[in-house]
């Protein structure tokens, strides 16, 4: 890296004829790192085609990944840069949380989330843990990504056939070829959770899905800690027809459950007890869309089907 701060661009995907994207206001109220920061929006109906075409087109040296909602920390580009003075880093994330304002449902999705029984060590997505450190794929996410332009266009960019998960698979190539993700608990943006339990559910229902085809497309040792929801489907299914064998487990899972909640963080009660319910419930989704991802019909290389995508540079 040049002793000069790197140039940035800000890719934000957007829905076509999206008016109101919050992104965009808060990229504005980025520190600038030296450069002018350059501002991408790109509208269509495949992020992982929308965000490969703007990192083609950007003419900075660092790619800051958001979405539509995402309102990054002022600060955040700054702490970034540092650790992109280590030449090996390849990427730099941090947690999204969820803002202190938000309804009282939200914020228990949002625990739910950053709950290390329920998400493992993803919870890190969610919330700050620990200190900033080197990482991987589970604890980054792609709505507060900081990246290499270069390395991310050598590794071939996000799988175009993988929506949700295309990172995560991006990640373990970079790996792969020499580099290191950096988390930062500090490097944070705010975001609202799903509103409802529908949308909360389909939403793990979709990370199952995906995190089944990115094993099927690119299958890592990483991704067997992923086994253990549809695991717990089938024990689930399995326990009508077994009861005397398999009860007992539901009542270690039970306890295991209330311990969770015990020691979950900054929870109101009322919080503590919605939170039981809901981390069985983000098992059993996350573990249904993972049987559902195995069977899904996948597209294993070859051209992409067309897919209409604007690009407008905001500055």
Not at 137 to 148: D, F, P, Q, S, T
Not at 204 to 215: D, I, S, T, V
């Amino acid at each position: 890296m040049s002793d000069s701060s790197p140039s940035v661009t800000v890719i934000i995907p957007a829905r076509p004829g999206q008016q109101q994207i919050d992104a965009v206001d808060a990229a504005r109220a980025l520190a600038s790192p030296g450069n002018p920061i350059e501002i991408l929006v790109v509208r269509g109906t495949q992020p992982s085609v929308q965000r490969n075409l703007a990192v083609r087109q950007a003419q900075a040296e660092l790619i800051y990944f958001l979405d539509d909602d995402s309102r990054p920390d002022p600060c955040n580009l700054r702490r970034a840069l540092r650790h992109f003075q280590k030449s090996d880093v390849v990427m730099v994330g941090g947690p999204t949380l969820c803002p202190p304002a938000a309804p009282w449902l939200e914020r228990v999705f949002q625990a739910v989330m950053g709950s290390r029984l329920a998400f493992g060590p993803s919870c890190a997505r969610y919330r700050a843990v620990g200190r900033s450190r080197r990482s991987g794929e589970k604890e980054l996410i792609l709505c507060n990504l900081v990246a290499r332009k270069e390395p991310f266009l050598a590794a071939g960019g996000f799988d175009e056939a993988l929506y949700p998960n295309e990172e995560n698979a991006l990640m373990d190539t970079l790996q792969a070829r020499g580099g290191v993700l950096w988390y930062d608990p500090e490097l944070v943006i705010h975001r609202r959770p799903r509103s409802t339990l529908g949308a909360f559910t389909r939403m793990l229902f979709n990370y199952g899905r995906g995190r089944a085809e990115q094993f099927r497309l690119h299958p890592t040792a990483g991704s067997i800690l992923n086994f253990a929801p549809p695991l717990l489907v089938l024990y689930a299914v399995a326990t009508p027809w077994l009861p005397a064998v398999l009860t007992w487990g539901w009542g270690i899972y039970a306890l295991g459950l209330i311990l969770g909640a015990t020691l979950h963080p900054g929870l109101a009660v009322s919080q503590r007890l919605a939170l039981l319910p809901l981390i069985l419930l983000s098992h059993l989704s996350y573990g249904a869309g993972f049987w559902r991802g195995l069977f899904t019909a996948l597209r294993r290389g070859g051209a992409p089907a067309p897919v209409q995508v604007e690009l407008e540079r905001i500055r």
